[in-house]
């Protein structure tokens, strides 16, 4: 290919229409010059969008026989007949039996965060009946029936049949993690 040749006048043109060039010196450039800010790690009790409340709702407690149902908007009500029979198959279970309020919550929280990552659908929660609580008003029970309503990804739940538990064990649908879809 050969090189173009520009005229005076061509030449004079540009030089109006680029107007003041600076000189290079270095042909190296720096894209970046300032230092990015250290990232601040997040804590545990910010924002955590699937932490619990302590304390069950008054005036929505549960005796130690009352079944609990729920079920999260945009779903249709044959889902929750489908999870009475076992429709979706269980993939995990946890025994919340002998455990205080703050270890439940903890073993709670861990069980459905690590249920979701694997892929679970379906888990069996044992909470038990509670019969020995004062006044029959199991607090176990009524604070897996609170804090299952407030998990992000929890879409569905009711009392188990009489054979996996009764009223004093649950099963819980929850939302398949994006990694499995």
Known sequence: ???????EEDANLFRQSVGNVKIIESDTVL???ERKPRPIPKSQTDGD???FTESPVLGEQLRAEDSMSFLSTGLQKNVLKKLRRGHFGLDAELDLHGLNSREANQYLQHFLHDCVEDGCRC???IHG???RSEDDF???KNNVNMWLRQHNDVQAFCSASRKDGGT????????IADKYK
Request: glycine share 6%; aromatic share 4%.
């Open 168 to 175: 004093g064990a649950v099963l819980v649908l929850l939302h």
């Open 138 to 140: 199991p607090i176990l």
């Open 1 to 7: 290919m050969s090189k173009k040749t520009l005229s």
């Open 31 to 33: 894209l970046q010059t």
């Open 123 to 125: 888990v069996h929660i």
């Open 49 to 51: 969008e699937n932490s």
């Open 129 to 131: 009946k509670g019969y």
